[in-house]
């Protein structure tokens, strides 16, 4: 495994616990200012609504475990697929299910950050 696969692992799991504890500080070091990211809904997320959903309690993840992850690196960016069985709280309804997400962390001065994603549901 390449240093740039396990780099890549290492924030992909520092992601993970900051998602599950709605970590406002871990979030705002891991997503780049720059963020799109694209909701099961079909919205388009900045990271300033992305952090406010966790910032205001309308959306809390419970469960987010990790299945199935594919990593591919190039020179300066990373991009991410894996299947995650999620549940938790969005918008005061309880949700579970299994989502695909897909992530493009790019290597910035200071680490990697993700920069572009989606998240779409998904069969387990």
Known sequence: MSTENSEIEAVEQALRSA???????????LV????????PDG?????????SLYRSGEQRI??????????RV?????????????SGVHGG??????FRYLR???RTPTGWRVIAGSVSA???
């Open 19 to 29: 998602m599950l504890a709605s970590d406002l500080a871990a979030l705002d070091g």
């Open 104 to 106: 493009v962390w790019h």
């Open 74 to 86: 190039g020179d300066a960016v990373a991009s991410v697929t894996v299947l995650a069985f999620v």
């Open 62 to 71: 419970t469960t987010l475990d990790f299945q199935g992850q594919q990593i």
């Open 122 to 124: 998904s069969q387990g």
């Open 93 to 98: 309804h309880a949700f579970e299910g299994w």
């Open 32 to 39: 780049d200012d720059a963020l799109l990211f694209v909701g």
């Open 43 to 51: 919205s388009v997320l900045s990271k300033d609504s992305d952090l």
